[in-house]
DNA sequence: AGCACGCCGACT
DNA sequence: GTCGGCGTGCTC
């Protein structure tokens, strides 16, 4: 019998290994391409799994291999080299190759539904319509302009392509429609060729003009995009893209979260038209599958989105743009830990298409990368429109009364700010109204029962929040310890400022941004919107304000705790903290008026904190290398962590005390190994978690070791008693 | 992860 | 005598 194929099958499931099937009763062979889904008994159930390879022979000699159910796709749904890229993703983060497939699709596509068609919805003149002159609609200029469009446009228009165009089409079209001029008609082709963005050629400053010029499109390159917020990155991606789509290719562009980078996106819209593919976190699953197949069969020539659209299968891929690169969010904290930033270099190198990772802070991995000379270094040293940075300054808080965490000092700033008709901007990383309630007769302290951590009082509700497992409960007025009634707050967060603020600046216009008032959708945007009207003065609010938005009227940024960043637990903590007081201040100032930024502490004297006002980020950031490099952290070094967590306060311990003496085992010497020790908040969320930290000087050292390691880790009894973890280069060790 | 099997406690 | 607890093992 020559035809005993036998199919090579990626099943999700958290096991290390592929699964091999027959092929269905009457299946051609011809349906047999790798990267279709195939529906596979498995267990005591049927899942959908993608078919990896074909075979002549299994592995597993001797077992009566089960048929599989069916062949669930016509054509592939990944070609081979991005089949071969999840793999290799797999592989090295050490998840299952099904369940980084399944990653990888649109949801409804991974339940084994059947694919979505293209087919698109474009609205046409009828015959009546066509006859239609526009000169008898002088009292409906809408109607004209619509009715304009849709005759030049031999294939019909999209909704999407209308909005485009006008600002308004909704009524109008609606009006006609019920005159009998338009019609909408399914179409199978995905776009009309006629709705492409027009790509004029904006004009690029010599920063900007060397930067494009640097990059080689023809083929692999890493490069990093280094200019300061307000320093045109966006017009160097925009203008790369371009090229990339006049050779007939696709770009992918990463951003961190989609909701925070409005401003972006719409230029991406707006220069590219209707190629481009949004992948928001609004879009239905319908909707986000058919972008997807856009993506995939080539027609969406830009495939924007967040570290998940790093898995979009891309036909003619080329070109990847990494924004904000050193933004954590494209690190995945839980199940298949992956950084969409590092893949994305991988996927570059593996297609062979430039890979351009922007910030105006970059990670210390980053710049490390561009200072040996593995990545390209792009600088942009000149702010659009000759603004000017602002002007960075310490404020000493210590021996000094705060007013809810307000120094005089800084209060004074914000008036004069006011009365020179200019926005002020207040930066506290902490929500809610203060992060600790105590009782001052015998020093009770409200914690969270189900983790190691000091509960957070919200003041509106008069709540105690936990802001690391989510239980709240009511505030009793009396201490549950001794029963007097004397608890007080200390400390605070946004909802405090903005109380004090709102008494100090009675008449001021204030707006508080942070997760608590921008939790429905939409409402960030209709906040934005109040601070471009100039309805506020004062904006305060916590990192969300850092992201994205640029507020041109604000000429004073005040932060207000930045201390814990000196001494963080962790060794990034002074490298986020640079980053965040940067990001901030990129928020403010324009050409006319430069911006000024206040940065409360306790530690002025603190020789980072003064390298990087006095000299900048890029100073800083050097000395944070050469720290690292001393102490050999990364990215001199490489690293993995085990993570462990288990309800039973030893479950953790006894695990990574085993997994420990397994590890050593197998390492030869060339892995260091660190721990076990309890995480940093040992209890969260009734689980107590415990760490064994891995570091050496090879990646390859570790990825040989982890190979066996991770197999014989789901052998122990000992795991099965607790939920646990690899973290390959591990972002943030809580 | 699911989901079976299997071997010991309190119940209609 | 059963119902059901969760320890152990398997998934082509």
Aim: aromatic share 6%.
């Amino acid at each position: 019998m020559p035809d005993q194929l036998i199919l090579r099958v990626a099943v999700p499931a958290p096991l290390y290994n592929s699964f091999d099937y027959l092929p269905p009763d009457g299946t051609l062979a011809e349906s047999l391409m790798p990267g279709v889904r195939v529906s596979v008994p498995f267990g005591r159930g049927d899942r959908c799994g993608i078919l990896l390879e074909l075979l002549t022979e299994g592995n597993i000699a001797g077992r009566r291999l089960k048929r599989a159910h069916a062949i669930l796709d016509q054509a592939p749904l990944f070609m081979k080299a991005d089949l071969e890229f999840l793999i290799w993703a797999g592989r090295y983060y050490q998840h299952p190759v099904g369940e980084v497939i399944a990653n990888a699709l649109p949801v409804r596509l991974r339940k084994g539904e059947p694919a979505a068609s293209v087919k698109t919805t474009r609205w046409h003149l009828t015959d009546l319509g066509l006859l239609q002159q526009a000169s008898s609609l002088k009292r409906a200029p809408k109607q004209a302009a619509l009715l304009a469009l849709l005759k030049e446009s031999t294939n019909g228009l999209t909704k999407e392509h209308l909005a485009h165009q006008l600002d308004t089409y909704r009524s109008p079209l609606l009006a006609m429609q019920q005159k009998g001029w338009v019609e909408v008609l399914e179409h199978d082709d995905p776009e009309s060729s006629a709705s492409r963005g027009q790509s004029a050629a904006y004009a690029l400053n010599s920063d900007q003009k060397s930067a494009v010029d640097a990059v080689d499109l023809g083929r692999f390159g890493a490069y990093l995009l280094d200019g300061v917020t307000g320093s045109g990155k966006t017009e160097v991606y925009l203008t790369l893209v371009n090229e990339v789509i006049s050779k007939g290719r696709q770009a992918l562009i990463l951003v961190p979260e989609i909701g925070l980078t409005p401003q972006l996106i719409r230029r991406f819209e707006a220069r590219l038209g209707q190629g481009v593919a949004v992948l928001h976190s609004g879009l239905g699953a319908l909707e986000r599958e058919q972008a997807w197949h856009l993506a995939r069969l080539g027609h969406a020539t830009v495939v924007l989105g967040t570290r998940s659209a790093l898995f979009t299968p891309l036909p003619r891929l080329g070109l990847i743009v990494v924004d904000e690169e050193h933004d954590l969010s494209y690190k995945q904290q839980d199940g298949f830990r992956y950084s969409a930033r590092d893949l994305a270099v991988i996927r570059g190198q593996r297609g062979d298409c430039p890979v351009i990772l922007g910030s105006a802070t970059p990670s210390l991995e980053t710049l490390h990368n561009a200072q040996s000379g593995r990545y390209g270094h792009l600088k942009l040293t000149s702010r659009a429109g000759e603004a000017k940075l602002a002007q960075m300054d310490l404020l000493d808080i210590r021996s000094v009364r705060l007013e809810a965490g307000l120094s005089p000092l800084l209060i004074e700033q914000i008036r004069g700010t006011l009365q020179a008709g200019n926005q002020a901007l207040l930066f506290i990383n902490r929500r809610g109204y203060a992060p600790i309630v105590t009782c001052h007769d015998c020093g009770w302290v409200a914690e969270c029962r189900r983790c190691d951590a000091r509960m957070t009082l919200h003041g509106s509700s008069n709540i105690l929040w936990c802001h690391h497992c989510g239980s709240q409960r009511r505030l009793d007025p009396h201490c549950p310890e001794c029963g007097a009634d004397d608890l007080r707050s200390l400390g605070q967060g946004t909802e405090r400022v903005e109380e004090v603020l709102s008494q100090l600046f009675p008449e001021i216009g204030i707006v508080r941004i942070d997760r608590d008032t921008t939790r429905r959708k939409g409402s960030l945007d209709k906040l934005l919107e109040g601070i471009r009207k100039g309805k506020y003065s004062i904006l305060l609010g916590t990192q969300m304000l850092a992201k994205g938005h640029h507020f041109p009227d604000v000429t004073l940024v005040g932060i207000l705790d930045v201390d814990q960043g000196l001494f963080g637990a962790d060794y990034r903590a002074a490298e986020r903290m640079a980053q965040q007081i940067v990001q901030v201040s990129g928020r403010a100032g324009r050409a006319e008026k430069p911006g000024r930024v206040l940065i409360q502490t306790r530690h002025p004297d603190h020789p980072m904190m003064q390298l990087l006002i006095r000299r900048g980020y890029d100073a800083f950031a050097s000395e944070a290398l050469a720290e690292r490099q001393s102490a050999a952290f990364p990215p001199f070094s490489y690293q993995v962590l085990l993570r462990a967590e288990a309800p039973q306060e030893s479950a953790p311990r006894v695990f990574l005390d085993e997994a420990h003496q397994q590890g050593v085992a197998l390492a030869n010497g060339r892995v260091e190994f660190w721990g076990p020790v309890p995480a940093p908040m040992e209890r969260r969320a009734g689980r107590y978690r415990a760490h064994l930290l891995l570091q050496a000087h090879q990646r390859s050292d570790l990825q040989r070791l982890l190979a066996q390691w991770v197999v014989s880790l789901a052998s122990l009894k000992s795991a099965r008693r607790v939920r646990w973890s690899v973290d390959v280069d591990p972002q943030e060790m809580l």
